[in-house]
């Protein structure tokens, strides 16, 4: 069964900092890996969408890297700022249906 | 595109009671997810359509849940009788097909069972 693990579960920083969020997975046969950003009492949005095939993804400040074989995925926030503040979730999917296997989020606050 | 709607967005209701969520995925997707979040377990997937059609249902935690989608453009994730354990939000998510393609989640209805 694949697990995924988010590390830290929290971070602060200061405004300007750049910044990496971890996502490991314990199955690496996975088809897609995504990142999602979640404020609080909202509902999901999607940053980031790595395929099997792909090594990293980037989306204005945001780059994301997939590593299969050692089942890690990483998030680089550059120049965070106060707006970054929410909880960043990172979701495998292992078969062609797209059924998601979320970990459990890191919290991120980016002080001003 | 007014993304995936999701109604009601909060929902009280007692113990045992009938429990209704309704969901409009994007319009061309063709597949749609059901979700629950919890503190304890976080984000599970409950059920998931491929083109109306329930692939998989193995996430559906007990009998008393159940899930439609008369057509591409409605699902209904029901909880008969409902009791307090089953309060979360829940999500619903579409994606233009099964694989390969990015999921977007509605607002989520967060359900309180008293």
């Known amino acids: 069964k694949q697990e995924v693990t988010q590390i830290p579960a929290a971070l602060s920083v200061p405004e300007g900092e750049n910044l990496v969020l971890n996502c490991s997975f314990t199955d690496s046969a996975i088809y897609n890996l995504q990142w999602f950003r979640q404020d609080p009492g909202k509902g999901l949005t999607s940053l980031l969408l790595i395929q099997s095939s792909q090594r990293e993804q980037t989306s204005g400040r945001l780059n994301a890297s997939l590593d299969k074989s050692s089942g890690r995925s990483t998030l680089y926030i550059a120049a965070s700022q106060p707006g970054d503040s929410a909880t960043y979730l990172c979701?495998?999917?292992?078969?062609?249906?797209?059924?998601?296997?979320f970990g459990g989020g890191t919290r991120l606050m980016v002080k001003p | 595109d007014a993304g995936v709607i999701q109604s009601p967005r909060h929902e009280v209701t007692e113990m045992g009671q009938e429990v209704t969520l309704r969901c409009k995925p994007i319009s061309g997707h063709n597949s749609l997810f059901w979700y629950r979040q919890t503190m304890m377990r976080g984000l599970e997937l409950l059920i998931y359509f491929n083109n109306n059609v329930p692939i998989d249902d193995s996430g559906m935690p007990e009998d008393r849940f159940s899930a439609k989608m008369p057509n591409a453009s409605f699902s209904t994730l029901k909880i008969q009788p409902s009791e307090p354990r089953d309060s979360a939000v829940y999500f619903c998510a579409s994606s233009l097909s099964a694989s390969q393609h990015e999921q977007f989640f509605g607002p989520g209805t967060r359900l309180t069972v008293l």
């Open positions: 979701a495998v999917s292992n078969n062609a249906g797209n059924m998601l296997t």
